[in-house]
C-alpha cells in the first residue's frame, strides 16, 4: 500500500506546475469584473448621460474598454445596505460592489455620480505605478494603506522595506529550465521571469486613492474595521490582492508567508480556489504582455488507448507514470469477514476528524498572527 501511494504522489508531482504563482497569474487568470451600479440614472442631465456613456466605453465588457467592470442602472438602491444612501433624492450616485459568483456581492463603496467619481473609479496614480511595476517584471507589489498614526506608518513601513529586501536576496525560484520547460508557461509573454518585490505607501484619507482603498479593504470583510491601523496588502498578477496583513501583524514572518506562496508553484492552477480578490484596473492586460495575438493554448494530447477488447486501459498510461507497483495477493485470513469492521472504521474517522481540527487550528493561528 506504501508503494502504491508513493506512485500516486510521484505521478501527482509529475503533472503538478511547476510555474511561480504570480507568474502564472499574470499570464493567464483574467481579472474578475466589479458591478458598477448607477442609481438615479433615470434623471440625468446631458452631462451626466454622456458622463454615464464614457463609463460604459471604459468597461471590457462593452468590448471597447480594458476596464473590468459591467455597468448596471437602476432608479433607486434595491434595499438599505451600509454605506448606501437608500435613495437618489440627493443626486444619482454609485455603487461598486466587488467581483462575486454570488447574484448580488456586497458594496465596498458608494459616491455621487459625478466627473471625480467616475475618474477615481476608473484609475488612480496608486493603480497607474502599480501595473507599471508589474508589467516591468516585479513578482508583487506591496501596498500599505496608512492609518494616519506617523508613528505606526513609519514602522510598518521600515518593517516591510527592509523584509522585502531580505526577501529578495534569501528567496529563489525553481530553475529557469523547470519553469520554461513546463507547458503551462507561456514564453510568448513579453517579461523577464524574475524575482522582484517593491512596495508603495498611500496616504490615509488620499481623495485620488479613495476607490482604491475600499477595493483593498473590501479584500477580506473585518478589513475596514481595522483601517485605524497601517494595512499591507501584496498585490500580484494582473492586479489581485492576496490578503491584509494589519498592525503587528505586519512583520517579518507574515510577509515572507505571503511572498512564499506567491514565487512558490502555482500547484492549484484553478483561480477561484485560489485567495485573493481582483482589483478594478484599466489595463489591457493581454496586449501589454504581448499575449493579445497569440492563439489560444491547444489542449494537451492523450495517449492513445491500446487496441484490443482485453487490452487494460492503464498500459495507455504507463508513458505518463511509469508501471505501477504490484499488489500484493491477501492471504486467507485477510480474506475472512472481520469482527472489529465498525471499531476500525469509528478509528479512521476520528483520525480524519483529529486531522481536520488540527489543519484548522493551524489555520486560525496564522490568520490571528497576520491581523495582529
Known amino acids: 500500500m506504501f508503494s502504491l501511494a508513493a506512485w500516486l504522489l510521484g505521478a501527482g508531482a509529475a503533472l503538478a506546475c511547476q510555474v511561480p504563482v504570480f507568474r ?19 434623471s440625468l442631465d446631458e452631462a451626466g448621460s454622456a458622463l454615464l456613456g464614457r463609463l460604459q466605453a471604459a468597461c471590457v465588457e462593452r468590448g471597447s474598454g480594458a476596464a473590468n467592470f459591467r455597468v448596471t442602472e437602476s432608479v433607486a438602491a434595491a434595499s438599505a445596505e451600509e454605506g448606501v444612501p437608500s435613495d437618489p433624492a440627493g443626486g444619482p450616485f454609485i455603487i461598486l460592489r466587488l467581483p462575486s459568483a454570488l447574484e448580488r456581492s456586497r458594496p465596498v463603496w458608494a459616491a455621487p455620480f459625478n466627473e471625480g467619481t467616475v475618474q477615481a473609479l476608473l484609475d488612480s ?12 517584471g516585479d ?52 517579461l523577464e521571469l524574475k524575482l522582484k518585490f517593491s512596495a508603495l505607501r498611500i496616504a490615509h484619507g488620499d481623495p485620488a486613492e479613495r476607490a482604491l ?91 492513445a488507448l491500446p487496441s484490443g477488447p482485453s487490452a487494460p486501459a492503464s498500459e495507455a498510461f504507463a508513458p505518463l507514470f511509469g508501471e505501477p507497483p504490484e499488489l500484493p495477493r491477501p492471504t486467507a485470513s485477510q480474506t475472512e469477514p472481520r469482527g472489529n469492521a465498525s471499531g476500525t472504521i469509528a478509528t479512521a474517522v476520528l483520525i480524519v476528524l483529529g486531522a481536520a481540527l488540527a489543519v484548522a487550528a493551524a489555520g486560525s493561528a496564522f490568520l490571528l498572527r497576520r491581523k495582529g
Open 125 to 136: 496614480p496608486a493603480r497607474v505605478e502599480i501595473a507599471r511595476r508589474i508589467l516591468a
Open 139 to 190: 513578482s508583487a507589489v506591496w501596498v500599505l494603506l496608512d492609518s494616519g498614526s506617523a508613528e505606526r506608518d513609519a514602522a510598518a513601513w521600515r518593517i516591510l522595506d527592509e523584509s522585502l529586501g531580505e526577501l529578495e536576496r534569501t528567496l529563489t525560484l525553481p530553475p529557469p529550465e523547470v519553469i520554461m520547460n513546463d507547458p503551462e508557461y507561456r514564453p510568448a509573454a513579453a
Open 24 to 42: 502564472y497569474a499574470l499570464e493567464r487568470w483574467k481579472p474578475d469584473l466589479y458591478e458598477v451600479e448607477v442609481v438615479g440614472s433615470g
Open 213 to 303: 482603498t475600499a477595493m483593498l479593504l473590501g479584500v477580506e470583510e473585518d478589513l475596514r474595521d481595522l483601517s485605524d491601523q497601517p494595512i499591507a496588502v501584496p498585490v500580484f498578477g494582473r492586479g489581485r490582492a492576496l490578503y491584509g496583513l494589519t498592525g503587528e501583524g505586519i512583520n517579518g514572518e507574515t510577509i515572507r508567508d505571503a511572498c512564499e506562496t506567491l514565487t512558490g508553484p502555482c500547484s492549484c492552477t484553478i483561480k477561484d480556489q485560489n485567495p485573493g480578490v481582483d482589483l478594478l484596473m484599466s489595463v489591457d492586460w493581454e496586449k501589454s504582455l504581448g499575449l493579445a495575438d497569440r492563439p489560444p493554448d491547444p489542449f494537451p494530447e492523450l495517449p
